[in-house]
């Protein structure tokens, strides 16, 4: 594994999630930015990604390299450490912990993102709302790793859309300005696909002059994809912030496309089984966006795909159940920039995902695996899409 990374950096190519966050994390130490991580399988990783800490079999000596990034770096400068099963009590100390040293990096990472729900009170009562009761600021970033896999209905669902429904933007008023929509909201909510955006959205935490939450929908299966992958170039971050809230179709070049006739917006892995059904299908006049960051909503971005695809039918498609994902959240701030362009209203917005549902997931994968096909096979049918219910 350290091999493979060292052969990322010298070629410049092919860096992948676990790296790129090694990277950020050893460049906010370079900065003497204290790092701090922990959770349930964190050493390690949950999906045997991670390895930051290497230990030796026979000795049983462990050895941290994020340690010695720099010359007589001081120990406590990164910390990383397994906790215990209890989610409420180590997220509610890692809470406090953010709000006494705004200058760290400090992270919790769930085994999974479904047991962020053992620590719901912290997330409710703290985190979501802290700032609005006590004016007190937290840069705690939660890493929920999320995603149908069909690993069932206990290891799919972070449940965003419950991170969503406690967002504080107002849906009916497209905002310009992206920073102050930063200080306004109560805290973030991503969705990312690439890992040079990881990179920047944990960088972004700690460099401006105000903190707020990340809480942060992390992959599975895109930890080894073939196609989730960044060049080292992407990490450069000297000029300006290099985090993008959303991430254009690279098949298309122009700033105004006629030809598309169908617009998909999705955020998370979705996205790379929508584009290689797309490639399978040649379906080369339906455009793919992924939102990245989906609160606060990127009006900005969002009207400029618009603009960009004047002929297309929206769609905006998710992994996760109708009930349950970004859709309920992201169809009324999707309709004001229709209506504020002429594009239609809420009734307009085209959508393709799971059915309603009690439970988050199948727990039969070929059922799954039904489902998954089914859904991103309707996103790119060459017949228009229905409108929800017909």
């Given at each position: ?324 994902g970004a859709y309920n959240y992201v169809a009324p701030r999707l309709c004001t920039v229709m209506k504020y362009l002429g594009r239609g209203k809420m009734d307009d917005i085209k959508y393709v995902a799971r059915p309603p549902s009690a439970a988050t997931a199948t727990g039969f994968y070929k059922v799954h695996v039904k489902e998954q096909t089914e859904l991103v096979q309707k996103a790119l049918q060459r017949e228009p899409i229905p409108l929800p219910g017909n």
């Open positions: 594994i350290y091999e493979q990374r060292s052969q990322m950096i010298e070629t410049g190519q092919g860096i992948d999630w676990a790296f790129a966050e090694a990277v950020a994390f050893g460049s906010l130490l370079c900065e003497e930015i204290h790092v701090r991580l922990t959770g349930q399988d964190v050493e390690r990783g949950t999906f045997s990604h991670r390895h930051a800490v290497v230990i030796d079999q026979e000795t049983e000596e462990r050895y941290y390299p994020l340690k010695h990034v720099l010359v007589n770096q001081k120990p406590e400068m990164f910390t990383i450490s397994n906790s215990s099963l209890s989610e409420f009590g180590v997220l509610g100390f890692e809470l406090g912990y953010s709000m006494e040293n705004p200058n760290s990096v400090v992270l919790w990472e769930a085994q999974f993102g479904d047991f962020a729900n053992e620590a719901q009170v912290i997330f409710d009562q703290f985190l979501s709302s802290g700032e609005a009761k006590w004016l007190r600021q937290t840069g705690l970033v939660a890493l929920l790793p999320h995603g149908y896999d069909g690993q069932g209905p206990e290891h799919s669902s972070a449940r965003l859309e419950r991170f969503l429904q406690m967002c504080n933007d107002y849906p009916y008023e497209i905002s310009t300005d992206p920073t102050r929509q930063l200080q306004e909201c109560n805290w973030q909510v991503v969705n990312i696909t690439t890992p040079a955006n990881y990179f920047h959205v944990l960088r972004r935490q700690v460099h401006r002059d105000f903190r707020k939450p990340l809480i942060v929908m992390s992959p599975k299966n895109l930890l080894r994809h073939k196609d989730c992958k960044s060049d080292l170039s992407e990490f450069d971050d000297v000029h300006e912030p290099r985090f993008k809230r959303l991430l254009k179709d690279d098949s298309f070049h122009l700033d105004l496309e006629e030809g598309v006739r169908r617009l998909i917006l999705c955020s998370g892995k979705v996205y790379y089984e929508l584009d290689e059904e797309r490639k399978n299908a040649n379906s080369n006049d339906i455009a793919i966006c992924r939102v990245e960051q989906i609160c606060p909503f990127p009006y900005d971005l969002i009207q400029q795909e618009l603009n960009r695809y004047p002929n297309a039918e929206i769609v905006w498609c998710q992994e996760e159940p109708m009930n349950m």
